[in-house]
């Protein structure tokens, strides 16, 4: 069965400073998406990025870009410039191309930005 | 945008009670989603439906059951509340794999 294991509960990064969250997964497939959601205080989970597996390219939003290594199964998250905003839980999600249609999520980061 | 309503943001309902959240979008997506989110427990998904009228277990049905009797609404019924079925509630739609999921804001049930 595929997992998604994110091994950091809470991080802490200093405004403008730069941060990474570490996220792995397991699956036996070879095609699938790759994502990272952010729910702010607020409770709106949003879409940060995707990745598709196929690509070798890392993905980049803006101050958001992943490092995706396929053959270590790690996809982690590199925050920019942290800004207060930025201040969420972030879950790392994983769904085969091919297969059912449901997303499985990690268990999720805890991001606080220190001003 | 893609808009998903859930249409209570908060909950509280009597043990016994039988208990309906609302789920609604407006994008024509053949799929939904209800997960429940509990701290350190992550997401996890309870009902999920590829089209009008189906509907698939997911990993923690017990306890729930869904209708979608038209494509843009999706309800998760608990037949009888109890209190450890406290929790937050997402509904989610997606267009497809590529595309992830869209969210509702969520529904903190209560249930005492």
């Known amino acids: 069965a595929q997992t998604v294991t994110q091994s950091q509960p809470e991080m802490s990064v200093q405004e403008a400073e730069t941060v990474t969250l570490s996220c792995t997964y397991d699956t036996s497939e070879s095609d699938y998406y790759l994502f990272w959601y952010k729910q702010p205080p607020s409770r709106q989970m949003i879409l940060v990025i995707r990745?598709?597996?196929?690509?070798?390219q890392n993905a980049t939003e803006n101050r958001f870009s992943v490092n995706f290594q396929k053959a270590a199964k790690s996809f982690s998250l590199k925050i920019s410039d942290s800004q207060l905003g930025d201040a969420a839980m972030y879950f790392c999600?994983?769904?085969?191309?091919?297969?059912?249609?449901?997303?499985?999520f990690g268990k999720g980061t805890r991001l606080h930005i220190l001003p | 945008d893609v808009k998903v309503t859930q249409s209570s943001r908060y909950l509280v309902k009597r043990t016994g009670e039988k208990v309906f959240l609302e789920c609604v979008q407006d994008?024509?997506?053949?799929?939904m989603f209800w997960y429940r989110q509990d701290p350190g427990l992550g997401l996890r998904l309870i009902y999920f439906?590829?089209?009008?009228?189906?509907?698939e277990k997911g990993d923690i049905p017990e306890g729930y059951s869904v209708s979608r009797e038209k494509k843009e609404r999706f309800s998760l019924i608990l037949e009888s509340a109890s209190t450890n079925q406290t929790s937050m509630y997402l509904c989610?739609?997606?267009?497809?794999?590529?595309?992830?999921?869209?969210f509702g804001s969520g529904t903190r049930l209560t249930v005492v």
């Open positions: 990745q598709e597996a196929y690509k070798q």
């Open positions: 999600a994983y769904t085969a191309m091919n297969r059912d249609d449901k997303i499985i």
């Open positions: 994008m024509d997506h053949e799929n």
């Open positions: 989610a739609s997606r267009a497809g794999r590529y595309y992830g999921y869209t």
């Open positions: 439906s590829y089209d009008v009228k189906m509907k």
